[in-house]
């Protein structure tokens, strides 16, 4: 995969330097060394490709000894097995899986008795689905059991303080707080749960492999718990973008749209948010976050993201265009350095660093609670 990588950063900068020449004859070989890098790209990962039904077929024995052990009949139902991912990515997935499935059993599946009594069958039902959307995979783990406690769940953050008691919150804000480390609502503690571990290896796992999570409930009907996933930790579409002197590239799945920063946006610095067709969108400038020295441009452009439900605006210089990234791994000596998740070399022969979006939004949240903090002392 290294060595296709490598022929597609040498047909970008070999198309790069036809470009800014006359020979058409260079240009036509171009052309044709496009076609084949292309070609040998989609082979090479085609190769890399397998169903995802080989990872489902692990978890039937784990369902049937989980029902076994918490006395829980539970009917174990997949579909989408034909869903094919990168050979890497089901190798990544198998723990997250696993955590789900336990938590589906262990807390969102009722017994017996409390299943009939809510006018339930006796048999809960855990179903693994698969599909593509776009150029994502959704893995959704669901359960048709009594739904998130959302009561128990903010009681056990006020208890450990994670908010303050009476503080206004939407639900989903509240179900949020199953991914911090630490934080479980069972009454004990066994093999299976009240631990307070399992959630929060989740979310970190998918989003180390530039996916996310998505989490939705129905009181008396059961969970469903969403993995979005890339198709390849390899090669990604990406959004080419320059900040100052610097280029930086966004995943295109996180990118809904482009908007220009206007002069009103520029002058209401205080608040920092968009009105994107009457929809009020907080950005962020990526020339403060990332440090870049010097006056920026006239004309900066707002790249709209979404993570999970937040919706987030991105300023830049400029807009370059669509660009393939073939990742390449950071150095262990920027391993504390989690705005970025890898870089890529571009046609000239350049380094660009890609942004991890998450982690961008979280540092971006950080700062601000810090400054409201210390103007509130």
Known sequence: MDRVGEL???????????AAGSDLSIKMIAEEIERLAGSLRDTTMGARMVPIGSLFGR???????????????????????????????????ADPLVHLIRNAIDHGIEDSEARTASGKTEQGRIELQAVHSGAQVLVTVKDNGGGLNTAR?????????????GAAMSDHEIHQFLFHPGFSTAQTISA????????????RTIENMRGSIDLSTKAGEGTNVTLRLPLTLAIIEGLLIRVGEGRYIIPLPAVEECVELTADDERSRGRNFLNVRGNLVPFLRLRGILDVPGVPGQHQKTIIISTGETRVGLVADQIIGNHQTVIKSLSKLHSDVTIFSGATILGDGTAALILDVVQLVALAQSRAEKQQMSEAA
């Open 153 to 165: 769940i903010r009681a056990k953050a006020e208890e450990q303080g994670l908010i303050a008691p």
């Open 192 to 203: 299976l749960s009240g631990r307070g571990v399992g959630m929060d290896v989740v979310k």
């Open 59 to 93: 978890f039937r024995r784990l369902v049937h000894d989980l029902s076994r052990d918490l006395g829980k009949p539970v009917e174990f139902v997949t579909s989408g097995e034909d869903t094919e991912l990168d050979k890497t990515m089901i190798e990544c997935l």
């Open 8 to 18: 597609v950063i040498a047909q970008a900068r070999l198309s790069q330097l036809a």
